[in-house]
């Protein structure tokens, strides 16, 4: 159960797309539905496993309208926002935020390198002073993975100080432990995400308020105790140290078309490719021994 004070689970929605590359709304929903019912409190659109940073922003308007038409309420939407240029992400907020979405899972610029906490801060002010008044909700996204741009615990104190009440948390998916740790010592009243599964439960039992999780569009239920207990799983962290052998965006997508037996879920978006089927066979049959050895244990 999700306290009303607490973040608890959100699927970082995996996207589907047809045979032509458009993104299928239908499936989209269907699948955001299926993880709502399964206990996740959210869903997460255009974030990294997403492929957010290839959807164009008439395609997130167009995605955003079906998922409110289809019934999904506004606060059961997180919005991925990953934009060099902070007019962009500020455009991309804004329509978030005017639909009543939840939250903006907000990435810093990834194109420059070497960025210093100055110059981050003042992205993160300019792309707040073009939102304006209805700036809220926001959690600041660490991916050092992906955008080669380090958040530290120093520059989310001077934006909560600078901001208040726009700060509503940081999704930390930096896999560096240490930091996390750090992150959750400095700023626990904050909404603290762990983004690395193998670090979840620990980091909840450390104040963290849940996750934003790839692997929650094949295994809610069993994140779910890992999210709101803190309750440790070695097989969900077994499962994620086989993933990320592989493509991880790929590799998540193959999983939800063999559990959902939609062979179009394999398909990403250029520049990132499905995986062949040879690994396609060698991912489904590790993860299936592995979640089948678990239920025969229990």
Known sequence: MVTPDRFGLSAALATPFD??????H???????????????????LFGTTGEGSSISNAERSAMLRAFLDSGIAP???VVGVMANSYSDAALQSR?????GCRNVLLAPPSYFKNLSDEGLFDWFSSVF???GSAARGVIVYNIPSVTAVE??????????????????GVKDSSGNWPFTQSLLAKHNDLAILIGDERGLAAGVRLGGQGAISGLANIYPQRLLPMALEGRDDPDVVEAVNQIV?????????????HHSGVE???????????????????????????????AAQE
């Open 19 to 24: 045979a032509q590359m458009r993104i299928d």
């Open 75 to 77: 606060e059961q939407i």
């Open 129 to 131: 002073a073009e939102i």
């Open 245 to 257: 052998t592989f493509p991880v965006i790929p590799a998540v997508k193959a999983l939800i078309a």
């Open 151 to 168: 958040i530290s615990v120093d520059l989310v104190s001077r934006l909560r100080e600078a901001f208040p009440g726009i700060i509503a």
């Open 26 to 44: 239908v499936a989209a929903v269907s699948h955001a539905k299926s993880c709502l019912q399964s206990g996740c409190s959210s869903v997460t």
């Open 264 to 294: 179009g879920w394999r398909r990403a978006r250029a520049p990132l490719r499905s995986l062949s089927d040879t690994d396609y066979s060698r991912l489904i049959s590790i993860l299936d021994q592995l979640f089948k050895a678990v």
């Open 95 to 99: 329509e978030a935020l005017d639909f």
